[in-house]
């Protein structure tokens, strides 16, 4: 499975309650209008315009 990275555009709070900056580098799954987003096992559910995704060699194997 190919991992997706991303960078939050806005402020977002994941499900622990942390708020994360603009600027946080994400882990993302899914695709469309809603995905999810992971930082350091905080599940953060991101919406298409909360984020950029990285592209080419910051795609990962894992």
């Known amino acids: 499975m190919i ?12 499900l622990s309650g942390t ?4 600027g946080t580098a994400v882990s993302i799954n899914g695709r469309g209008s809603a995905v999810d987003g992971f930082v350091d096992g905080d599940w953060l559910p991101l919406a298409w315009w909360e984020f950029a995704e ?4 910051d795609a990962v194997e894992g």
Do not use: C, D, I
Not at 3 to 14: E, I, Q
Not at 19 to 22: D, G, R
């Open 3 to 14: 991992r997706r990275l991303g960078t939050l555009l806005v402020p977002v709070s994941g």
């Open 19 to 22: 708020t994360y900056p603009p």
């Open 54 to 57: 990285n592209r080419g060699e």
